[in-house]
Each structure stands twice: as structure tokens, then as C-alpha cells.
């Protein structure tokens, strides 16, 4: 499965259309949405009144074909218009709505995982308008330079189609739906779900690759994206932020100073809202331009940066997304770069190299939850657990290395690439301590969580002292040491020892007591800042 995204460039006609169409799939969720939710209201009324339970109102099915039957039945009263648009547009609301509701059931009931899904809302103005194709006539023009789809005919697209039409034209790819989208400046865009046959990667990192493993860290600040690292310590990449990205976010503070002088939609003075000016509205859809324009950008940038790692390295270590969480809670949080926007960056280069990474061959490493990749001393292994994200310089207080913070983390973390310990995806549910790194049986990226989790914790109680007595030659990153059932171990590193006591409240790594972990519970909220631990913000 594969997206193909296309902005487009419909004629006025096309684009009322299209508006109209991604209008009507909103009506047909709302309307559906009150129905149900007007049943369900009058079925806890009748309960409460006493009512049995076979003599209540009966339930809507809130099945996809059940929804739809019931629209079909409506809709000639309820929007006598609906013959306007293609009937995609009302499969478009009745599909969302029976998935909403499905969610909301399933997490209701607990077999859903992750977030609980709440009942959905209904679709307001400033809902996103979307509206999927999934049968009839969908097609990329052999000019390449048009798409088909039903009712709203041959769209122009504002760039070429071919590399989706090449893969169309050799037989590699099969379109099953498409789906239109407005953004926030008002641009449509049409994306083609694929089913897309891949040939077997032949990785350019199929030979011996200059740097087999590397690290890459987000980089906190605009300067820099991406820092990518060797473990030995060597920087080899930095994708410096773009100059039309600065200079988008340069004309969007400019826009936001201008509307905040302009009359709003908010009388602060009598605290209402209130009808807005034009040149508000004006300054408003100027500023979404640019945004869109900063996010197309940046995309684009990050799409070349880790399509070439994902070719060039054999092992790609990133951070996770929540250890980039904490460090916000820093304070400095609003610095630079705004911090939305490096978290939504690092979640998108994640995501990237996720699916590159398949496709060339490669291997992605997620570090551990609490991994502490900018804290922790690149060049000795002490740990500074009270580091800001003002810090853009790490200065090592036992030796001394003075290092940029993006690279120090970024070496960190093509070292923990480097170590067996192959952590893939799996925030680790109730356990705020670390894992030991280097601790755990070696394990390659996917895997089913539950053994894995109790090697870990099995792991994280033994203390490096305790491991079974092998000879432990200093200087090389890892070793294996046969235990008596022939499972292997991994003995620690000097390095990894150092990040395990520091985390394990065994002291500190250089005789200093580590206040974050003094309690032996790893504490994620970051101390406050000490004075001596000050750092100039400047950069060399
Ligand atoms: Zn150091």
C-alpha cells in the first residue's frame, strides 16, 4: 500500500464541485450522527422511565451498509439536493461515522488499543473537507498532467502524475480509491491509495557502506534538521534548515503581528466575539499560504534527507518521540524552532524512515523510552540530567569535551544502533526506569512484545556487579557471555554501566549523587537548573 499525493489545479466550476461534494459527505455525517445519537438519547430516557427493555425504541445499526440503508431511505426528504453530487460524497460521511462509532464502541468495551476514542462530534466549518472515491471511473491521465474522477470529470494536477502513471502503465500498481482534501490554504490535493508491487530492494548499502551504522538526531533548534553521526563519534550529515523555511517563518511572525493589530474575532475588551474585518480574514488566509508553504517545504526536505539514509546506512537509530516529550518540559520549551513543530518533524522522519527503511532494505532502531541521548556524554559517558534545551552546546563537566548538542545526542544514539539491544516501536507500559541497555538478549526489530518485556525487567534488576563472572576486555561494544542454560547475555560496556548505574539510583557516574535518580525511581521531569550547570547559549 501506497499513497500518491497530487495537488490540483481545478477550474472554478471543478472547485465549487468539489466543495460541494466534500460539503455533502459533512451533512450526511451530521445528520446521521444526530440520528443516532437522538435514538440513543431516547432509549436512556425510556430506561429511565421504566420502559422494558423489548418495548424500547429500537437501536439503529450503526453497521456501514445498515447507516446507508437509512440515508437512502432520508435523504429525499431530508436533502432533496443529494442528486448534485456523486454518491461517494454521502458513502464518504456514512463511512467516518460507522468507524467513529465503531471506535467509540470498541473502546468503550476495552478491545480497543491505544487512546480512548470518545463518541464522535459533529463535523463543524472548520472540520477538514475530504471526500474518498472508491468506485467508478478513477484514472491518471496518460498526459499525465490530468486525473479522472466521477462526476467531477478531468481535474488538472498542478505537477506532473508520472511516477504513479509509469507504475499504472507497467502493471506494478492498482488504484483502489482516491481522496480529495482541502488544506488549511484552501489547496486541493487528491492522494491515490495504491496497492503498489515492489521489486525485491537492492540497497545501495548492499556492499560495504562507508557508514554502516549512524544516528540521527532532530535537531531542537532552525539551524539544523537533522544531525547524523557515526558511533565513532564523527559527524557525516547535517541537513541545515532550508532558507524558504526560515523565511516562511519569518513572514508568518510578521502575519501574526499584523493580525493581532487587526480587528479580530475576539473584543477582549468586552470579552465576545464578534464579526472580524476583512483585512483580518485577508491576513488570516495569507498566513494559512504560509504555513502550507512551511510545511511543503520542510516536507520536501525530509523526504530527501532520510530517503538518502535510508539507502546509504545499513542501521538508522532514532530517538523516540516521547523522550523528546520530556525534553519540553524543560522550559526553554518555546525556543527557536517552535517545539510543536520539531515533535511533529521527528514523528515525521520517524515515520519515513519506518517505510523506507522496509523498501531499501535497511534497518530502523527506536531508542529506549527514557534513552538519554542528549544527556548522557558522548565522549566519556557521564550524565547531565538537568540539561536544557537552551543548551545547545554540551560541556562535559568530567572531561571536559565541549560539543554540539544535536551531535552529541546523534553519536549517542548510532552507538545504541551500534549495541545489540534493537528496541522497535513499544512504549513500555508502567516501567519508568530505563532498560538496561545492553542487558537484554538481542533482539531484532519485530518482535512480540510480552517475552521481550520480561527479559527486560528481568535484566534491569541485575546490577552489572552480579553478572556472571567472564573476563570483560575493555574497548569493544559488546560482547556475548554463555550462560549455563546457553542463553546469551550481553555484558555491559564501560560506557553502558555508566548509563545504568546513573539511571538506577546506584549513585552517580562520577562520584557526584545523581539528584534526579538519588530515590531510586527514575524521575522523567527534568530538575531544575543548577547554576554551575549554566552553559552559554551562544554558538561558536
Ligand atoms: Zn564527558
Known amino acids: 500500500m501506497q499513497a500518491y499525493r497530487f495537488a490540483l489545479d481545478p477550474a472554478p466550476a471543478q472547485e465549487r464541485a ?4 466534500a460539503g455533502a459527505a459533512q451533512f450526511c455525517f451530521n445528520h446521521m450522527l444526530a440520528l443516532v445519537k437522538a435514538v440513543l438519547d431516547q432509549r436512556a430516557a425510556e430506561r429511565s422511565y421504566g420502559i422494558p427493555e423489548p418495548e424500547l425504541t429500537p437501536p439503529l445499526n450503526w453497521s456501514l451498509p445498515g447507516l446507508r440503508k437509512i ?42 488499543a491505544g487512546k480512548p476514542a470518545g463518541f464522535p462530534r ?7 473537507k475530504a471526500v474518498r472515491f472508491t468506485t467508478g471511473t478513477i484514472r491518471v491521465e496518460p498526459g499525465r498532467h490530468h486525473i ?61 557502506p562507508e557508514h554502516p551504522v549512524v544516528g540521527v538526531d532532530v535537531g531542537v533548534k532552525a539551524g539544523s534538521l537533522l544531525v547524523v553521526a557515526t558511533p565513532d563519534g564523527s559527524e557525516i550529515g547535517r541537513v541545515p534548515a532550508p532558507k524558504p523555511l526560515t523565511r516562511a517563518h519569518a513572514g508568518l511572525r510578521a502575519l501574526q503581528r499584523r493580525a493581532a493589530r487587526q480587528r479580530g474575532p475576539y473584543d477582549p475588551v468586552t470579552r465576545a466575539s464578534r ?15 504560509t504555513h502550507a508553504r512551511a510545511a511543503a517545504v520542510r516536507q520536501d526536505v525530509l523526504h530527501k534527507a532520510t530517503t538518502a539514509l535510508a539507502r546509504q546506512h545499513r542501521v538508522i537509530a532514532v530517538e523516540t518521540l516521547n523522550a523528546s516529550g520530556m525534553r519540553s518540559k524543560g522550559g526553554a520549551s518555546k525556543r527557536g524552532l517552535n517545539r510543536a513543530l520539531a515533535d511533529a518533524a521527528l514523528a515525521g522522519i520517524r515515520r519515513m524512515l519506518g517505510y523506507k527503511t522496509t523498501w531499501y532494505g535497511s534497518t530502523l532502531v527506536e531508542a529506549p523510552r527514557y534513552y538519554p541521548s542528549s544527556k548522557t556524554c558522548s565522549a566519556c559517558g557521564g ?32 552507538r545504541l544502533g551500534d549495541t545489540p539491544t534493537r528496541v522497535k516501536r513499544g512504549p513500555v507500559p508502567g516501567v519508568h526506569r530505563p532498560p538496561a541497555i545492553g542487558l537484554e538478549k538481542d533482539v531484532e526489530p519485530p518482535r512480540r512484545p510480552e517475552p521481550r518485556r520480561r527479559g527486560r525487567q528481568e535484566a534491569a ?62 524521575n522523567p521531569v527534568i530538575s531544575p537548573i543548577r547554576p554551575a550547570l549554566m552553559v552559554s547559549t551562544m554558538m561558536p
Not at 389 to 399: F, G, P
Open 18 to 21: 468539489m466543495r460541494s461534494h
Open 71 to 112: 440515508w437512502n431511505g432520508r435523504k429525499q426528504t431530508v436533502a432533496p439536493w443529494w442528486g448534485g453530487n456523486s454518491k461517494e460524497a454521502y458513502n464518504t460521511g456514512l463511512d467516518a461515522l460507522a468507524r467513529a462509532l465503531g471506535n467509540w464502541l470498541d473502546s468503550k468495551s476495552g478491545t480497543r
Open 122 to 128: 459533529f463535523k463543524t466549518r472548520r472540520s477538514r
Open 148 to 208: 479522472t474522477l466521477p462526476r467531477l470529470g478531468r481535474i488538472k494536477t498542478c505537477e506532473s502524475t508520472r511516477k504513479l502513471a509509469r507504475r499504472l502503465e507497467a502493471g506494478t500498481a492498482r488504484i483502489l480509491s482516491a481522496t480529495l482534501s482541502r488544506d488549511a490554504a484552501g489547496r486541493w490535493h487528491v492522494s491515490f491509495q495504491t496497492l503498489v508491487q515492489r521489486a525485491v530492494p537492492v540497497p545501495g548499502h548492499a556492499g560495504t
Open 275 to 289: 464579526q472580524p474585518s476583512k483585512r483580518w480574514r485577508r491576513t488570516q488566509a495569507r498566513a494559512a499560504r
Open 383 to 414: 550524565r547531565k540530567p538537568n540539561l536544557t534545551l537552551a543548551d545547545r552546546i554540551y560541556v562535559c563537566e568530567q572531561c571536559g569535551i565541549v560539543i554540539d548538542r544535536d551531535l552529541n545526542a546523534a553519536i549517542n544514539l548510532a
Open 461 to 522: 534488576k541485575r546490577q552489572p556487579g552480579t553478572t556472571p563472572p567472564t573476563s570483560i576486555r575493555p574497548g569493544l561494544p559488546r560482547r556475548k557471555a554463555r550462560l549455563p542454560d546457553g542463553a546469551h547475555l550481553h555484558l555491559l560496556t564501560r560506557r553502558q554501566r555508566f548509563s545504568v548505574q546513573g539511571r538506577g539510583g546506584q549513585g552517580a557516574c562520577c562520584g557526584r549523587p545523581n539528584s534526579e535518580n538519588s530515590d531510586g525511581s527514575a
